[in-house]
């Protein structure tokens, strides 16, 4: 990740990422990174291999609309993603 991109947890196992300067393309090329990472990796607490998948909404802000909207949007887009059976990126 890039320095001027900001990571937190929204919620439960939600997480926001706002990334500056992206276009569309580079910001599915960002998600599709992430859930690459996240799927090759895992904790080994002992004899158990702990792994998880990540399902992502990727949204652009649009022109006058509320930062709300657009979490809004991409909160609905990573639901679809699970629903598609998640570990995938989708950009609406």
Not at 22 to 48: D, P, T
Not at 56 to 67: D, F, K, W
């Amino acid at each position: 990740m890039r320095a001027e991109n900001v990571i937190a947890r929204w919620g439960g196992d939600e997480f926001l990422l706002m990334v500056k300067d992206v276009k569309e393309e580079g910001l599915l090329q960002c998600g599709n990174r992430l859930v690459k990472l996240v799927n090759n990796s895992a904790v080994v607490e002992g004899h158990h291999r702990i792994s998880v998948t990540a399902s992502i909404g990727a949204t652009m802000l649009r022109t006058r609309e509320t930062h709300q909207a657009a979490v809004q949007r991409a909160d609905a887009l990573m639901y679809r993603s699970k629903e598609l059976g998640g570990a995938t990126a989708i950009l609406g």
